[in-house]
């Protein structure tokens, strides 16, 4: 496992289409992803203990979001030989496991998280609702305990872009490991 942090990325920037299909098939365009106010990307996958970490969290503030009309989507893009429990099979697995309500897509060419920039997993994006990045951060302030977390800086996005406030001056790097990108061998 590599620990790698999310890059910087300039707010604003507009969010890349895609296509992508799910772990049964069933493909997914970004147009129809986008909420009425935005959508949450997340970049994840199953194997990572970062990813594991937060998923019930992700699932939360996704709930969250689509509240406020707010779409989420997770993107794997760790479809890679070398690390088969990030398959689509168990992608259904962690579907089941984490209750995911939203699309969990196999980014089988890894394209999508490249032209996301990803770096790790998982990577948190949210656009808003014209397609422009809004935040590009961790999701809290204490990825290992749940029961430590004292600031829900993806919430308080996801509030601030609804309240159509301006982007949080300060946003952290999420991190975790590396993306396995299939070029490479051990990723």
Known sequence: MSLKKSIEIPLGEKMPEFRLKDPNGKLYDSKELMGKNGLLIYVTCNHCPYAKAVWKRLVSAANFAKKLDINAVAINPNIHPNYPEDSPVYMLDAIKK??????????????????????????IYLYDGEGRLYYHGRVDDNWQDENEVTKEELKDAIMSLFNKKDPPAVQYPSMGCSIKWRDTVLG
């Open 98 to 123: 984490y209750n995911i309500t939203f699309p969990y897509l196999v980014d089988e060419t890894q394209e999508v998280a490249k032209a996301l920039k990803a770096q790790c997993t998982p990577d």
